[in-house]
């Protein structure tokens, strides 16, 4: 019987450890943003991009299938040839009281490394900004909300992905692939240290 597949949300620490280990190693994540890009690839062509030998990309390529971050392209495969695509992902972590510290340690090096892309793509959006009708928007803001206004605030987002967003097979002509972030965290509950004002 084959096992059963993790999936995007592994239901054990182990299983997500292993998620964000294969997901922080550095050729894994290269050899992902390459499939994703270009739709689908093989170790041959993943080897000359990455400047690795084949043998060193099939070994990933296995990796990362077995975690199900890629699936082989049947129509495409043949002998020893075998063809990936990138799997859709949404991952959300567990809750910090059901992470071993190994997984919590995984998933800091994961955000870690993240946050580096991420500073990357902020410093790139400012320098492509062309105004409020092109394809760099953001937003910065700060409101008050409840636990509940913020769950269903991230329950709509989620939704208007969905309702927006297209896998690479079925986008539209001139779509392009946009990298979107969201987090919602609250702020400090003394920003500064020292008593509340009157005192």
Request: hydrophobic letters at 35%; zero cysteines; aromatic letters at 10%.
């Amino acid at each position: 019987m084959a096992a059963q597949a993790p999936g995007p949300n592994p239901p054990t620490s182990a299983a997500r450890t292993a998620l964000y280990q294969t997901l922080t190693n550095p050729v894994r994540r290269r050899i992902l943003d390459y499939i994703g890009h270009y739709g689908e690839a093989n170790s041959t062509s993943v080897a000359k991009a990455l400047g690795e030998s084949t043998g060193t990309t099939s070994y990933h390529l296995r990796k990362l299938a077995e975690q199900h971050l890629i699936a082989e392209v049947p129509e495409r495969s043949g002998g020893r040839e075998r063809w990936w695509r990138v799997l859709p992902m949404d991952h959300r972590p567990a809750a910090p009281g059901d992470r071993t510290p190994e997984e919590q340690s995984a998933l800091r090096q994961l955000r870690a490394q993240q946050l580096s892309t991420d500073i990357e793509l902020a410093m790139q959006a400012e320098s492509e900004f062309s105004g409020p009708d092109g394809w760099v928007q953001g937003s910065r803001a700060g409101y008050y909300m409840t636990r509940q206004e913020v769950l269903g605030f991230f329950d709509e987002y989620m939704a208007l992905l969905d309702k927006y967003g297209h896998t690479q097979a079925d986008a539209p002509d001139g779509a392009r692939p946009m990298a979107l972030r969201f987090f919602a965290v609250p702020y400090p509950d003394e920003p500064v240290p020292g008593p509340p004002p009157g005192y």
